[in-house]
């Protein structure tokens, strides 16, 4: 049971992926599958973006991380800000969905320590 009031504020995030998954997903669909299409699949079968960082997507009146956005689709997940997406394989330019699931803020912390520990991606070795 959740018993925390229901005022909190309005997730844009949230319900732009509600929207465009009522209404827009074949072209959502289509967007997903030009970003995967512009990869480049390393050793790892990481789809990785010829980007420095987190590749960005911006696609009708919104904007969100491209991994997030091919997640999110694939997957009819409308996130909210606090769920994350995490990376199973630690490389943020990734955006191969079968290294990403959903997860908390804390778990990301989480990986991020380890991955910062080990100084490796040691999944990867
Ligand atoms: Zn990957």
Same mark, same amino acid.
């Given at each position: 049971m959740n018993n925390r009031? !229901?005022?909190?504020?309005?997730d844009r995030l949230e319900e732009w992926y509600e929207g465009l998954i009522a209404d827009r997903l074949e072209e959502a669909e289509a967007r997903v599958s030009g970003i995967l299409e512009d990869t480049e699949t390393d050793e790892n079968g990481c789809m990785v973006t010829? !980007?420095?960082?987190p590749r960005k997507v911006r696609f009708r009146g919104g904007q969100d991380r491209a991994y997030r956005f091919v997640y999110c689709i694939r997957h009819r997940l409308s996130a909210s800000s606090d769920q994350v997406i995490r990376h199973r394989c630690h490389n943020?330019?990734?955006?191969?969905p079968e290294h990403l699931e959903v997860g908390t803020r804390a778990e990301n912390l989480q990986d991020e320590r380890e991955r910062q520990a080990n100084g490796v991606d040691w999944l990867l070795v």
């Open positions: 009031p !229901t005022f909190r504020a309005t010829a !980007t420095r960082g943020r330019r990734c955006v191969n």
